[in-house]
């Protein structure tokens, strides 16, 4: 399981698609991910990625990986102790 300690991962684990490489920002803590195509991801994200998912602003890797084109938004934030904390949606 990722370390859920903020600044205790590799980075932020977003993808940057058309790069093809991790975005690897000191991550601000890990998140569970989402889609309308139930592809759920939990990895660490730094404070832009994180906020570009809570605004929707983020592209699902396996859809986009697949050719299609939807949104990942925030489902929760794992804390240290392992408990997720559900993001309000807005």
Known sequence: MTDTTP?????????????GRNCGAPPI???????VNEHLDEEPLCSLHADLSKRRELWCRDCWLSGVYVRAVTLAKILPSGERQRVPQS
């Open 7 to 19: 600044g205790k991962s590799d980075g932020c684990m977003c993808e940057l698609l058309d790069e």
């Open 29 to 35: 803590g890990v998140f569970v991910t989402g889609c």
